[in-house]
């Protein structure tokens, strides 16, 4: 409950936490309270707002009043006028984090009076910083009891701000062993017909590497779609848009794609250019016939042809 | 035309030809067209040489003439023939193949042709009746009687061409003469749109003439006469009397390269199919290509003739097994669990076939029952699965991983492309700047700002199939004149040792040789034979990327 709050306060608190999220105006409250002195309300809300009980928002010219909730109001109420600006900032930016430069623009404060408020709310342990992996240079600042969200971490493949590619890989050959096993019959000479349709979508994947447990982190379509896509550009599945059935409206299949996947068994294209030492020849552009660099006397035929 | 195209066609001309021909030839490949004053002055030799070398090589027909008359005389022109002279490393190859399409006979006429240019059927037969001799228990008419026949085969199935005088003149000033004739018929000069016309009508004109009748097969009657007489000429009879196509013996013949690099492509088509689908498959494809080629002139062509499905299921292989190699969903087979029937079986093949992510195959549009093949899509798989595997076994697999992606999607931003394959941007970075150099990347700069600053433009990378592939040629011919330079390197080392082989006495006599003059010899042929084979083997590379 409230600590010494006036009775005046206590109201306006009441009636601000009533409005919940939309937040009460000061002609909503005079319209609810029409015998409250406008001068006493006015004097009410700034001791609120500088205890940290409210705060307040401007919306269409208007401002608008907000009630915080009681854990909030302890930790903030205690704070000095620029750190709760900022603090404030910082939690508007919910749980994507905020850069220092755009807190300078959004606050209007100089650098040096943030980076004191910063440090200081640090030290309370009310914000923390965290790096973000798509611009890895700059500090992300958030409030310290949520997590990030998946744009600044990178989501399941990155671990401490890194990709882990070994992670990815065991998981591409996995995908790709289960969708090889459903595209080709047992007996390996026979092909499927152009009617079979059981070829895997991106679900069906997903569901085998749960069912399987290979991977400890939660995966969802969107991730598996990007490892397939991966197997796709390495040229060892194909994907296409699946006949679809005349029964399609009552299925709880995913709607938004339609692809699904067969593996590739095209023979590996060899190359003979590699055979030779010209193709492998880290001076190949530089040899010529009549230069210092010639095939007439190149080490690497020497070696090639003395076997 | 660039240098090291300049360089391989040099090499070729000298060990083919010589080296008085190959000062000859090598003005002319650097220099252009020029008259037989001019290349007197450039190589330094007399006039009467230079014009016997011209000779040499217009009767190989790498050299081809034109007249234009300058003020009061007629200037006669030569130029190189330059895809006729790169064709000549495939010979190895094309040897091989008559072998297998035509057997030994063939093979000894296609030899005898690629000696002496281009003969007539006369000729031909009596060079190699001199060379090589009649077997025992076969007299010379039966020998004469079954090479007639191998070169009638050959000739219809274009395999061998006719060579016309008219066919010495460049194309470019067939051309214009053709152009000039219709346009001297009007009476004012044409118009842009009245040249186009004309230009097309003539071009149609050229199709025509080379689908209908082959030149140099003339028909005649005949009796019955044993083994000479044409299956379909055979319904024809009338009487006693069958029709026969013969070659015309005073019409002088060439080896048709385009056909055999034809024949090849349809069965690196055909071999696309193999281990995607089954072997099965590969046969079905084959067949097609086989009952398509006939129309096929070049390879630049778009799509093949129709084929009807009627008569790919006759003409299958009888060894292909269609029912045993297909998996039926059960709700095919119907309620008696019975296999289907051959030709329900060629339907099904012929149904995955199209639907194949390759796109290769797909029905003809007018008519039912006809399937048309998508010959620029395949030349275009072919090209760009050689590209893959060089870049795979020079660079590794995530390079390949962004290539495909480029050739996917288009042009990307190295941070788009870090996110779609997967990779850390310093990575990738540094594989973008690697497969650019080595060609097979484009770089496309699209500026924010007026000032082209590198840190506010935008970088997008793509992959041009046409530019990778003459870029990755133009390599090629790099490493194939090397190879071909080390060979006459490792001959010209070993020169007085070869010297003593040719010797007469040493010919008859193995043993005049010492066994360290042997084995210098053997280590000579075995590195002749690999530098030959692996000159081969990139020019069949070449061949899929310029030719296909």
């Not at chain 1, 230069?291 to 076997?307: I, Q, R």
Request: proline share 4%.
């Amino acid at each position: 409950m409230a600590t010494n709050l006036t009775p005046l306060e206590e109201l306006f608190y009441q009636e601000c936490l009533k409005a919940g999220n939309n937040g009460l105006t000061s002609t909503d409250f005079s319209g609810i309270h029409p015998d409250s002195p406008v001068m006493d309300t006015a004097i009410a809300m700034n001791s609120l707002l500088g205890r940290g009980f409210i705060e307040v928002f401007q919306l269409r010219g208007e401002q608008i009043y907000k009630a915080l909730k009681k854990e909030e109001v302890g930790k903030a109420g205690a704070l000095q006028g620029e750190e709760q600006v900022v603090y404030n900032t910082i939690r508007a930016s919910g749980n994507e984090g905020i850069w220092t430069k755009h807190l300078k623009s959004k606050t209007n404060l100089h650098e040096a009076v943030i980076k004191r408020c910063l440090r200081a709310l640090e030290q309370k342990a009310l914000v923390k910083a965290i790096k973000s992996v798509k611009h890895p240079t700059r500090k992300l600042y958030m409030l310290m009891e949520l997590t990030p969200s998946v744009e600044v971490t990178g989501g399941p493949w990155f671990t401490d701000q890194e990709l882990d590619v070994e992670f990815v890989e065991q998981l591409t050959n996995h995908c790709y062993k289960y969708i090889l096993m459903k595209s080709f019959p047992r007996d390996a000479s026979c092909i499927f017909t152009s009617t079979h349709n059981a070829y895997p979508s991106a679900a069906n994947v997903r569901k085998y590497i749960m069912d399987k447990r290979i991977s400890q982190v939660d995966l969802s379509v969107d991730d598996i779609t990007m490892l397939l896509d991966v197997l796709v550009y390495d040229g060892k599945v194909e994907r296409f848009i699946a006949a679809v059935d005349e029964d399609w409206d009552d299925e709880d299949m995913d709607t938004d794609s339609d692809w699904v996947y067969k593996a590739v068994r095209d023979k590996k294209a060899e190359s003979a250019w590699q055979d030779c030492p010209c193709g492998v020849c880290p001076v190949a552009d530089f040899c010529s016939e009549g230069g210092p660099v010639n095939p007439a006397g190149c080490n690497y035929y020497n070696k090639w042809l003395d076997f | 035309m660039s240098t090291h195209e300049n360089r391989l066609c040099r090499l070729i001309v000298r060990e083919h030809f010589g080296p008085i021909v190959e000062k000859v030839a090598n003005v002319l490949i650097r220099k252009g067209r020029m008259p037989v004053g001019l290349i007197a002055n450039f190589t330094a030799l007399k006039p009467r040489q230079v014009r016997e070398c011209l000779l040499v090589l217009i009767q190989h027909n790498l050299v081809v003439y034109a007249e234009s008359q300058e003020k009061t005389r007629i200037v006669t022109y030569y130029e190189i023939n330059r895809p006729e002279l790169l064709h000549r490393v495939l010979i190895p190859k094309v040897l091989h193949s008559s072998q297998d399409w035509f057997e030994r006979d063939g093979a000894l006429i296609t030899q005898s042709l690629l000696t002496h240019g281009k003969l007539t059927i006369t000729d031909c037969v009596a060079d190699i009746l001199k060379t090589s001799g009649v077997a025992p228990g076969k007299t010379t008419t039966q020998r004469t009687q079954s090479l007639n026949k191998a070169f009638t085969r050959m000739v219809k199935e274009k395999c061998l061409i006719a060579v016309r005088p008219s066919d010495s003149l460049t194309a470019a000033d067939k051309n214009m003469a053709e152009e000039k004739r219709e346009t001297d018929k009007m009476t004012l000069p044409p118009t842009a749109a009245e040249l186009a016309s004309i230009r097309k009508a003539l071009g149609a004109q050229k199709q025509a003439e080379q689908n209908s009748t082959i030149v140099g097969l003339k028909r005649r009657l005949d009796t019955m006469d044993d083994g000479y007489g044409e299956k379909r000429a055979r319904l024809l009879t009338d009487g006693d009397l069958v029709i026969v196509e013969e070659v015309e013996t005073d019409v002088y013949f060439k080896v048709n390269f385009d056909r055999f690099i034809i024949r090849w492509r349809n069965v690196q088509i055909a071999n696309l199919y193999e281990a995607r689908l089954n072997p099965t498959a590969k046969a079905i494809m084959q067949t097609i290509m086989n009952l398509a080629e006939e129309r096929m002139i070049n390879c630049k062509e778009e799509h093949s003739s129709p084929v009807s499905i009627m008569l790919l299921l006759n003409s299958l292989p009888k060894d292909t097994n269609l029912i045993d190699t297909l998996e039926f969903d059960p709700s095919d087979l119907g309620p008696n669990n019975t296999k289907p029937k051959i030709h329900e079986c060629l339907d099904k093949y012929v149904q995955i076939l199209e639907d194949d992510l390759m796109k290769i195959l797909k029905k003809d549009a007018g008519r039912s029952g006809q399937y048309v093949i998508n010959l620029k899509m395949a030349s275009e798989i072919l090209k760009k699965n050689l590209i893959q595997g060089i870049v795979s076994a020079r660079f590794g697999a995530p390079y390949v991983r962004i290539m495909n992606m480029l050739a996917d999607k288009g042009k990307l931003e190295e941070k788009q492309i870090s996110r779609f394959s997967m990779m850390p941007v310093k990575d990738v970075r540094e594989k973008l700047t690697t497969l650019c150099t080595f060609g097979v990347l484009n770089l496309q700069e699209v500026p924010k700002t007026k000032e082209r600053t590198p840190s506010r433009t935008y970088y997008l990378w793509e992959v041009i199939l046409s530019r990778a592939a003459d870029t990755l040629t133009d390599r090629l011919y790099h490493t194939m004149g090397n190879l071909r330079q080390r060979r006459f390197v490792e001959r010209a080392k070993r020169a007085v040792l070869l010297n003593k082989c040719e010797r007469t006495d040493v010919k008859a006599d193995d043993s005049l040789l010492n066994a360290a003059e042997k084995k210098e010899l053997e280590t000579l042929n075995g590195a002749l034979e690999m530098l030959e084979i692996q000159e081969l083997r990139i020019a069949e590379m070449v061949i899929t990327l310029r030719d296909f």
